[in-house]
């Protein structure tokens, strides 16, 4: 961009970078790589990418040697929970089974869950976020789920908005009643509450609406009155689906204008196409298939075969512990056989589609919030090579410098 007139000054100039990639939704190498680029901040909105030599910076972040990107979107997480299943999980793995005082499963989570007051949910949800901002995660999608009674629903989203306000990521909170059913109830009654309690979780803050439609856990039609209702009530669907059988749920998710399909495992190439056209972004979860050891993991070469937008996620949750979108990157490559750039696309781009948060955040385009980060490394390659590293050296989320090197003096320094 070139200023109008004179030497523009503005809030913040990140310079001297080896590559910076936009990640824009138009960048014809998925990734909009520009060597030596620099980006202007102004207000907490990104003004100008590329050459910026002709801005002065109040702050200037040196960047030389450095990769500067978008900060990452993780647009499926249950980072909201009470306890850890550390012992089922460990059992499991060995090919053991979990000591008889575990806890296990949904339902294990669900427990602990209920017994911590909403005070104790915010600082073990804050724990993980903070990981997460510190590992590039500037906005990232929180569900409910491990309530599982209207009550425990209701809290739970109390627990996001509050997170919401603590925290500086921006985090979109998502209600998931139909996460599971609780031990002795039937999923046609938890269904029917599910139904009543819809009308209120707008207020509640919630942005979206998630069924987990899977065999054993809500059926089509189950799905199909929530999502639907939730559409009555402003909060737009996403959906769990075919993670372990093939529901039909795709054309369910086509139809009603799902903002993501997330898992899709035993979705057929059909139903991707059709998802596809309905323009609903596909969601691929690489280090939930590894931590679950899942029986058919998902080829994501299929999503871009029909034609689908992806977005890579963590899926934290009890089950799958990692808080890294590097991790999900690497994993992405190794795994799922992405490329480099179609894995760290859809950790930015690709994430903020998944939550239609593309107008505002996951690319670095003028316009944009101003969410970023720098990578101490020379190559965004390495975050698919350099294994369970944290490369991620400065945030910025929305103009302002959340996570900054201790020992570097060009940090806040400014140059006005
Ligand atoms: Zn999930």
Redesign the pocket.
Known sequence: MTPLSGTPTVDLLVTGAAELLTCAGDAADLIGRIPGGGVAVDAGRIVAVGDVTGYIGRQTLDATGMVVMPGFVDC?T?VVFGGDRASEYVANAAGQQPPADASVGIVGTMADTRSKTVDQLVDDAAARIHEMIDAGTTTLES?TGYGLDSAAEARLLEVNARLAELLPARIISTYLGAHATAPGRDPKDWTVDILNQLPGVARQGAVFNDV?CDDGYFSLAQSRSILEEGARQGVRAKI?LDAYSHTGAASLAADLGAVSA??LNFTTDAELRELAAAGVTGVY?PC?EFAVNHPAPLDPHRLYKAGMDVALAT?V?PGAWTTSMQLAIAMGCRTGGMSIAQAVRAATYGGACALDLQAETGSLVPGLAADLQVLDVPSHKHLAYRLGRNSTQTVVIGGAVIKAPAMKSAIGAGVE
């Open positions: 499926h249950h569900k987990y769990h997330d898992h979860m939930l899926d949750c």
